[in-house]
């Protein structure tokens, strides 16, 4: 790893002419990491929020938890005085599929760049990363300076720190703007904690401390294992949408009962993969037809009745395509579309709009 000043703690040097942006994977991450930079600079800082958040509270409806967290933004950034703030909107737990998320945003416009790192035990963290040093390789940016802040684990190499001591509270009151994330750990005390942690650490008794790593370039990423970080993402989700699947037919709430208020008699079924199998099991000898399945991999299913056609134009009319292979539904949403398909729908949206 290419850390610069690993082996000498400095002090993180900002400067009034500095343009700073701030990358958060969720709405909060930004406070809970470089809260102290925000109520220290708020003049000179753009904070930039990569997802929607909406998996931030699990025993709520995604969609009104996306809403909150949008708010809850909206307040903290009121407060801390930042006017120059943007969420970007992807779906919270697929950060990892949007690596480029950065690609045609001029990063050039900032002298230093913070963001979460690749170890801090969240994918969409680790994405995050990875995209700020995407775009800066596609914009063969080298100046602007890149520094990692740490939410959920301790980072491995600390090169900077910042004493926070004169606006530790004014940063907690801005991580308590997300109230529905105090729900499930005090973020504001494990921030409080940390910052004093850090300042014990380099000898400064009574005092809080936010803590840097500072890469220089890319080959930081050599120790990120993305293909497995994409794995996991995509395995998280596949358990969030069994889960969520099971406690709505454990409460009464049938995919059948849904489609039908939908409107949808006659549905095709793309994935022949877990899912897409268990859906077409609860479907069968219902008033919803599966007339069809779409795989690219899959050449027949276990039923005579059930034909298997690779997405292409010209097939059978159907009310609605359920999408089972939810991690990559963007992409077969745009496709199927472009092959004059109706009614594409991700089977994880299908469950949440069940919720209601």
Same mark, same amino acid.
């Given at each position: ?129 990875? !995209?700020?040093?995407?775009? =800066?390789?596609?914009?063969?940016? /080298?100046?602007?300076? +890149? #520094?990692? *802040? ?103 709430? !049938?995919?059948?009962?849904? =489609?039908?208020?939908?409107?949808? /008699?006659?549905?095709? +079924? #793309?994935? *022949? ?84």
């Amino acid at each position: 790893m290419n850390y610069k000043g690993a082996v000498d703690l400095l002090i993180l040097d900002i400067k009034e002419n500095d343009r700073i942006l701030v990358v958060a994977p969720h709405p909060d991450d930004e406070c809970i990491g470089a809260g102290g930079i925000l109520a220290n600079y708020p003049h000179i800082c753009k904070v930039l929020v990569l997802t929607d958040g909406r998996q931030g509270q699990g025993d709520e409806r995604p969609e009104l938890v996306k809403a909150v967290r949008e708010a809850e933004l909206a307040g903290e950034m009121e407060a801390a005085g930042i006017k120059d703030y943007r969420m970007l909107g992807y779906e919270d737990g697929t950060l990892m599929k949007h690596t480029d998320c950065l690609n045609h945003m001029d990063l050039s416009a900032f002298t230093k760049i913070f963001v979460t790192g690749i170890h801090d035990g969240h994918a969409d963290h680790t994405a995050a990363c990875i !995209s700020v040093f995407y775009a =800066l390789r596609k914009q063969n940016l /080298q100046t602007v300076e +890149v #520094y990692l *802040y740490e939410v959920h684990s301790p980072l491995r190499v600390v090169t900077h720190i910042l004493d926070i001591t004169d606006v530790m509270e004014s940063k907690k009151k801005l991580i308590q703007y997300h109230n529905s994330q105090l729900k499930n750990l005090p973020y504001d005390q494990l921030a409080r904690c940390m910052a004093e942690y850090r300042a014990i650490q380099n000898r400064m008794p009574g005092r809080y401390v936010e803590a840097y790593t500072y890469v220089a370039d890319e080959t930081y990423l050599e120790d990120a294992s993305i293909e497995i970080e994409q794995k996991l993402q995509k395995s998280t989700l596949f358990y969030w949408v069994l889960t969520r699947w099971m406690e709505l037919e454990i409460s009464g709430k !049938s995919t059948v009962q849904f =489609l039908k208020r939908c409107g949808y /008699q006659r549905i095709a +079924v #793309y994935g *022949y993969a877990e899912l897409g199998k268990l859906l077409c099991k609860e479907l069968l000898n219902t008033d919803i037809q599966v007339e069809y399945i779409l795989d690219k991999k899959v050449k027949q299913t276990e039923r005579e009745d059930l034909p298997v056609y690779v997405p292409q134009k010209g097939l059978p009319r159907v009310d609605a395509v359920v999408v089972t292979a939810v991690y990559y539904f963007d992409d077969i949403e745009a496709e199927l579309l472009q092959m004059d398909f109706h009614n594409v729908i991700s089977f994880r949206k299908l469950l949440e709009m069940n919720e209601d």
